[in-house]
């Protein structure tokens, strides 16, 4: 099951694979169908009824036929096999394989009627996966080859030149009829499994990559936290939610002296400083609030309906569960860490959301000019509000 889902996964993520191995894609898919061929005619040839069907002598040269691909098919894939590893993206490989499975499909399609169901669904899905999976040019070149190749045997058919579908006997009967029906299914069938297949592998794979990159657009790649373009965003979410009705916080804070962290014990364990405070801030925040990384080793909380006395709690709450960290560097050695907040309320004369996280940073250098590791809260209605008005601020 493990090794089923990797090969999932590697089919779907087909889009990334070399112009080569593309090219292999076609003939693992052309082959089987020409060996699918055989098989059938092998079976209508030796039917007691067959003389109702098919035109015998026609079969046994659609055999030769079919013999003639699967043995070129194999040819081109060895030559694929031996370009995959030394030249993968050896693009006129893709163009040859291209060729020949279009070229060949349209020459296989003339001996039961190049309008007929299979040649339709192949027609239909072909150059939309064509498009999507291999080399624009390449798809174009061998569309138009096939195009100008079926409506030649079309014209030549209508013309009288050469009889349409070859292969078949005009159903004199509702068993004949019935025969030419299930072929023609049968035919289609690949087709029409392929085609939903790969449509719903790259369609799974797509979503997974769109999930993926929407996650790297808005996460900060450290610390996975929010970066500071979706940080402002949420804010300005919360903001326009809040306006009027209720309160938002919003808590600026910075890492005293990690600049001294990173020359004294090297940028990897500022790194892990940065990743421990992330992950201590959103174990101390609550459901609905968010956290970012504000740039550098700023982080910004976002606390909707939290007032001012609240707000100090939470801050608090944060401020002593970082400077209980522990952090070692590479050598085993504890590092001492500890923060500095500023903390302030969304007012109604903010004109945005800029406005109040202007004056949180405000609150930080303030607490920074107080002597770190502390809260400090800046109102917009009352200026700076000491922090023991709150709670006893520990040092």
């Known amino acids: 099951m493990k090794q089923l889902t990797v090969w999932r996964k590697r089919i ?10 593309k090219g292999l894609i076609l003939m693992a898919v052309a082959i089987p169908l020409y060996l699918q061929y055989l098989c059938w005619s092998l079976y209508v040839i030796n039917r007691p009824d067959r003389d109702l ?10 055999m030769e036929v079919e013999l003639l691909l699967i043995a070129v098919g194999l040819m081109i894939s060895g030559a694929g096999l031996f370009l995959r590893k030394r030249r993968p993206n050896f693009l006129p490989f893709q163009h040859a394989t291209l060729q020949y499975y279009s070229l060949s499909l349209v020459l296989m399609s003339y001996s039961i009627g190049t309008l007929s169901f299979p040649v339709g669904i192949v027609l239909l899905g072909a150059p939309i996966f064509g498009f ?42 509702a068993h004949a009829f019935s025969f030419w029906m299930l072929s023609e299914v049968f035919f289609a069938a690949p087709f029409l499994i392929l085609i939903t297949f790969m449509a719903d592998q790259m369609l799974t794979w797509w ?39 209720s309160p938002l916080a919003c808590v600026l804070l910075d890492l005293d002296h990690f600049k001294r962290v990173n020359d004294s014990h090297g940028h990897a364990t500022g790194d892990r400083v940065l990743k421990a405070t992330a992950e201590c801030l959103t174990a101390m ?27 100090h709690a939470i801050a608090e709450r944060c401020r002593a569960a970082i400077k209980a960290l522990i952090v070692v560097n590479d050598q085993g050695e504890s590092v001492a860490i500890s923060a500095s907040f500023g903390l302030t309320l ?12 202007a004056r949180a940073d405000e609150a930080l ?29 520990r040092r």
Do not use: M
């Open 132 to 173: 999507i999976l291999l080399d624009r040019w390449a798809v174009w070149s061998a569309v138009l080859s096939s195009v100008v190749l079926l409506f030649t045997l079309n014209y030549a058919a209508v013309a009288g030149y050469i009889p349409y579908a070859p292969s078949k006997v005009t159903p004199a009967s």
């Open 346 to 357: 969304l007012s109604s004369s903010d004109g945005s959301i800029d406005a109040a996280i």
């Open 12 to 21: 779907a993520a087909a889009l990334e694979w070399s112009a080569v191995d």
């Open 53 to 62: 069907l098919v035109h015998v002598d026609v079969i046994r040269r659609v």
């Open 365 to 393: 250098y303030q607490a920074k000019g107080n002597g770190r590791n502390r809260v400090e809260i800046l109102l917009a209605s009352s200026g700076t509000v000491p922090s023991d008005a709150f709670s006893k601020n």
């Open 285 to 311: 925040v609550r459901a609905g609030d968010s956290v970012g990384r504000y740039g550098g080793e700023e982080f910004l909380i976002i606390l909707p309906n939290t007032d001012a006395t609240e707000a």
């Open 207 to 245: 979503r997974a990559r769109e999930d993926h990159i929407r996650v790297l657009s808005r996460s900060d790649g450290l610390t996975g936290l929010a970066n500071r373009r979706h940080i402002f965003s949420e804010a300005n979410a919360a903001a326009s939610a809040s306006r009027d009705s």
